[in-house]
């Protein structure tokens, strides 16, 4: 729930080159706020505002989200989502176990599964035209469905990673949600997983998140065509 008077403030693309499509890592954290029901407000960047002293002082690299409540500043969406769920309820479970569990699939989430999916995803925009590329990007796929397989036979019947939706099961959504479009012949083959996605997608939470950030991208056509 964004609010301009909220105490939270985090920082997101002005123009997200993910086309409102949810993919932005500012989704990570919109999503984990409008789970534990914290109001936030939102600050709009330009890629070359993402580079002033000013905002290098907040995030050294120049990148979004960065994250500021009060006198804490943080950057990583990984690290501000895990400090979301462990300073408020709804996104770990009660047992103590259980919580270090659903951490530790956050960082299996970003540190595992995520790194082939955005090796592709890299790949895909960026050799397209080379000669290369039909024959990597079937090595590509097959590392992507490694992680995939190995995450379909943990999650076998079960609705979540664990007993109950936690903040492990929003980042791995999260990541590989990148496959859609296209990826999509690759959640094909495994609908154990694309049925996971959909679940969490499904979630009121993610919705809300949603269509907040995907209205900063209509909102961004719309001044661009009143420009032209």
Same mark, same amino acid.
């Given at each position: ?12 693309? +002005? ?20 789970? $534990? ?58 047992? #103590? ?60 019947? +079960? ?37 996971? $996605? ?12 949603? #269509? ?17």
């Amino acid at each position: 729930m964004t609010n301009a008077n909220a105490s939270i403030t985090i920082t997101a693309f +002005a123009n997200s080159p993910d086309k409102g499509e949810g993919h932005a890592r500012d989704m990570r954290v919109r999503w984990a706020l409008e789970e $534990v029901g914290e109001s936030y407000s939102v600050r709009l960047l330009s890629f070359d505002e993402l580079k002033t002293s000013s905002y290098l002082v907040i995030h050294p690299f120049g990148k979004i989200p960065a994250f500021e409540q009060d006198d804490l500043v943080l950057f990583e969406s990984g690290a501000i989502v895990q400090h979301i769920a462990c300073k408020y309820r709804g996104l770990l479970p009660p047992d #103590a176990n259980a919580r270090e569990r659903a951490i530790m699939w956050l960082f299996a989430a970003l540190n595992t599964v995520e790194p082939p999916i955005v090796e592709r995803e890299a790949f895909m925009l960026l050799e397209r035209d080379k000669p290369w590329f039909g024959e990597r990007l079937n090595i590509l796929d097959d590392n992507v469905r490694m992680r995939l397989q190995e995450l379909s036979d943990w999650l076998g019947d +079960a609705e979540w990673l664990e007993d109950s939706f936690t903040v492990g099961d929003l980042m791995m959504v999260m990541v590989v949600r990148r496959l859609e479009d296209a990826g999509q012949y690759l959640f094909d083959e495994f609908p154990t997983i694309a049925a996971y $996605v959909a679940r969490g997608e499904a979630r009121p939470a993610y919705q809300r998140a949603f #269509a907040d950030q995907r209205a900063v991208f209509l909102d961004s056509e719309s001044v661009s065509a009143g420009s032209e």
